[in-house]
């Protein structure tokens, strides 16, 4: 599976941005996606996720009520609509997957940055 994220830009607080990750290869619905943010001198963490099973959503704390992960299968992609952003927001996005049986995300997409100004 290849992925293929874009989206990033530079917006103001408060702004809104959709980031999309397409993803190549079969069997897409079976997989679990998720988005990941990294800041410089920070460790990658986990943004948002979407397990193979309906309605299997999961958010960090830290953005739980501003964004929204959602996938189109039929599409082969996962979006991550961001609202009300914040400047500690700004990072490089990646988007990932892993099969059902994987314990870890086996597939990365390339990142999009977002910057956030305040």
């Not at 299968?73 to 914040?86: E, G, I, P, Q, W």
């Not at 990646?94 to 390339?110: K, L, P």
Request: aromatic letters at 12%; hydrophobic letters at 35%.
């Amino acid at each position: 599976v290849q992925l293929q994220a874009s989206g990033g830009g530079l917006v103001q607080a408060g702004g809104s941005l959709t980031l999309s990750c397409v993803a190549s290869g079969r069997a897409f619905a079976t997989y679990t996606v998720g988005w990941f943010r990294q800041a410089p001198g920070k460790e990658r963490e986990v943004v948002a996720a979407y397990g193979w099973k309906p309605g299997a959503i999961g958010y960090s704390d830290s953005v739980k009520g501003r964004f929204t992960i959602s996938r189109d299968d039929a599409k082969s992609t996962v979006y991550l609509h961001m609202s009300r952003l914040k400047p500690e927001d700004s990072a490089v996005y990646y988007c990932g997957a892993r099969r059902v049986r994987a314990s870890s995300y086996e597939f990365w997409g390339q990142g999009t940055e977002v910057t956030v100004s305040s």
